[in-house]
């Protein structure tokens, strides 16, 4: 079992910027990759981003060039830096632990909200 505890959503005007984190605990040794989820009212969650134990990353492109993820293998912790932010950047973003053919681990989920 994996354990996600996502922290840093909140309130921001557009073209502000946050950084959201996600601890995670339990079986860490079994998760492939970390990847960070949002999903919006009426909408189908979508991946954000994502960071290998390899260390690679990927993003989708709504997000590209204004976005990082990243990791801090000592704390067991995954950052998203988010700057740029529009309104359609809200939604609930989900810290998402990847275990490649078996599945996810899902965090309780932290929302974002964008001011226009």
């Known amino acids: 079992q994996v354990q996600l505890v996502e922290s840093g959503g909140g309130l921001v005007q557009a073209g502000g910027s946050l950084r959201l984190s996600c601890a995670a605990s339990?079986?860490?040794?079994?998760?492939?990759?970390m990847g960070w989820y949002r999903q919006a009212p009426g909408k189908q969650r979508e991946l954000v981003a994502t960071?290998?134990?390899?260390?690679?990353?990927n993003y989708v492109d709504s997000v590209k060039g204004r976005s990082a993820i990243s990791r801090d293998k000592a704390e067991n912790t995954v950052y998203l830096h988010m700057n740029s932010l529009k309104p359609e950047d809200t939604a609930v973003y989900y810290c998402?632990?990847?275990?490649?053919?078996?599945?996810?681990?899902w965090g309780q989920g932290t929302q974002v909200t964008v001011s226009s």
């Open positions: 998402g632990a990847i275990q490649y053919g078996l599945g996810v681990y």
């Open positions: 339990g079986s860490i040794s079994s998760i492939n990759a």
């Open positions: 960071i290998t134990i390899g260390g690679g990353t």
